[in-house]
């Protein structure tokens, strides 16, 4: 069988550099090209060079697609306007896609939902098999124990992160909901300040910190009446998230056009 020809968006980034890594030390894949926006100062550079390997004879490209051109799967960590922009590329070229962009807003879903419907899509708010097994989890959890039991999430990442809260904190509360069976949106607390009045039965509260170089910190809280039950996720560097979306990349293969999640690829 051929080696699967995955190209990487927003490559010139701390998590562009990693996938390239992870990709070339993967067996069954081969790196395709790598895009940035056409301000990028990388434009031109070696893909190799700037991920810390030897040259690899492919450069940082701001041609999407030339790039699709010559892939099999592209895994895309860069901004909601950029994700949706090759949503579209990828539906049409019939390529993989997978997604690891956050802060989505909901009409950014629409056209990704859309896109799923012309090709394979993976997304999900955090790659890494760890946090997938976690989320699995904390759905069970919610199932099993009723609005006795208070959710709270509670997220820390590095200082340079735009969005809060994280994408996996909402994957996480949206598991918690669908365990307990209801809206997330409508029981969500994301901010709290000044006099709150007591906790609303049946919420889920989200806290959000912010420092330093953290990788990524989840814990899923669950507290009841003289009784917590806490679930915790440590990130101890990017590349589980590189290796992830990798193993997404190559299990999408012929999977036919439809959005799915890490759940699938794991069989969860």
């Known amino acids: 069988m051929s080696e699967v020809r995955i190209a990487v968006t927003g490559a010139a980034g701390r998590m ?4 390239v890594r992870v990709i070339a030390a993967t067996s069954g894949c081969a790196l395709s090209g790598g895009i940035e926006s056409k301000a990028s100062p990388h434009i031109g550079a070696d893909l190799g060079v700037l991920a810390g390997l030897p040259p690899l004879g492919l450069t940082v490209s701001a041609d999407p697609a030339e790039v699709v051109a010559r892939s099999d799967a592209i895994i895309d960590f ?17 390529l993989v896609h997978v997604i690891g962009t956050t802060g989505l807003s909901p009409s950014d879903e629409a056209a990704i939902e859309a896109a799923a419907g012309h090709t394979t899509v993976i997304k999900a708010g955090n790659m890494s098999l760890g946090v997938t097994l976690l989320t699995a989890v904390t759905r069970r959890i919610a199932e099993a124990l009723d609005a006795d039991f208070d959710i709270e999430i509670v997220e820390m990442h590095h200082r340079h992160k735009v969005d809060a809260p994280s994408g996996t904190a909402l994957m996480l509360g949206a598991a918690a909901a669908e365990g307990r069976g209801i809206d997330l ?3 969500a ?12 039965r049946g919420s889920i509260g989200f806290a959000t910190l912010r420092g330093g170089s953290v990788v990524g910190d ?3 809280i669950f507290a009841g009446e003289g009784e917590r039950i806490e679930v915790t996720h440590r990130a101890g560097d990017r590349s589980i998230f590189a290796r992830g979306a990798v193993k997404a990349a190559l299990w999408g293969q012929g999977k036919g056009a439809g959005l799915f999640s890490m759940n699938d690829v794991l069989g969860i």
């Open 218 to 220: 989840h814990t899923v």
């Open 78 to 94: 860069s901004t909601p306007a950029a994700t949706v922009e090759m949503a579209g590329l990828a539906a049409k070229a019939g």
């Open 185 to 187: 949106k409508s029981n």
């Open 16 to 19: 562009g550099r990693e996938l």
């Open 189 to 200: 607390v994301t901010v709290r300040d000044g006099h709150t009045g007591p906790r609303e």
